[in-house]
T-cell receptor, first 115, second 116 residues
Framework: GENVEQHPSTLSVQEGDSAVIKCTYS??????FPWYKQELGKRPQLIID?????GEKKDQRIAVTLNKTAKHFSLHITETQPEDSAVYFC??????????????FGRGTSLIVHP | GAVVSQHPSRVICKSGTSVKIECRSL??????MFWYRQFPKQSLMLMAT?????????EQGVEKDKFLINHASLTLSTLTVTSAHPEDSSFYIC????????????FGPGTRLTVT
């Protein structure tokens, strides 16, 4: 099965700085890589995703890069704001038989943005 | 769009009883639903995947007789924790996906289960 490693587990930055979270995956057949933001006690919210046929995707202050050869992908947040503080999860999604698919999540990164 | 609800949001039950948690997709048809368990400050642990009308596929180490999953319609999946024990206390979250070609998951708000 798939194995996803996520680093760092905790990231503390000053407001305005950039934050980078990295994930690696083990199964080269994984083809969909979403990133979720989860605030305390709330549901995970999809913030950006990338498919295996794309190397980079950007949405305002958030960008994701994917290196299929090295099997790693990263989340980049620029100009961080205190409201970006949350736990961020990466995931790698593997297609299974019958049209189904299986997501595997990283352990999460607690991002703290100091004002 | 793509709203998923979960009920109840919190439940406290006595050891040995069973608890049912409902997950509904409110504005789309969910061909696939996922059930996760999340411990404090930890990641989402996939328990099982269910496709409408089919038996759920359980992840290794998850007891299918203890965690009963039913996905009877395209908008409803239920998770029943049978003969609950204190170690079953956790945050249970469901998610739903709209179609076979879209991998996007929409999460429910979660259910906090406490077994006393």
């Amino acid at each position: 099965g798939e194995n996803v490693e996520q680093h760092p587990s905790t990231l503390s930055v000053q407001e305005g700085d950039s934050a980078v979270i990295k994930c690696t995956y083990s199964d080269s057949a994984s083809n969909y890589f979403p990133w979720y933001k989860q605030e305390l006690g709330k549901r995970p919210q999809l913030i950006i995703d990338i498919r295996s046929n794309v190397g980079e995707k950007k949405d305002q202050r958030i960008a994701v890069t994917l290196n299929k050869t090295a099997k790693h992908f990263s989340l980049h947040i620029t100009e961080t704001q205190p409201e970006d503080s949350a736990v961020y999860f990466c995931a790698a999604t593997l297609s299974a038989s019958g049209g189904s698919y299986i997501p595997t999540f990283g352990r999460g990164t607690s991002l703290i943005v100091h004002p | 769009g793509a709203v998923v609800s979960q009920h109840p949001s919190r439940v406290i039950c006595k050891s040995g009883t069973s608890v049912k948690i409902e997950c509904r997709s409110l504005d789309f048809q969910a061909t696939t639903m996922f059930w996760y368990r999340q411990f404090p400050k930890q990641s989402l642990m996939l328990m099982a995947t269910s496709n409408e009308g089919s038996k759920a596929t359980y992840e290794q180490g998850v007891e299918k007789d203890k965690f009963l999953i039913n996905h009877a319609s395209l908008t409803l999946s239920t998770l029943t924790v049978t003969s609950a024990h204190p170690e079953d206390s956790s945050f249970y979250i469901c998610s739903a996906s709209a179609s076979g070609t879209s991998y996007e998951q929409y999460f429910g708000p979660g259910t906090r289960l406490t077994v006393t």
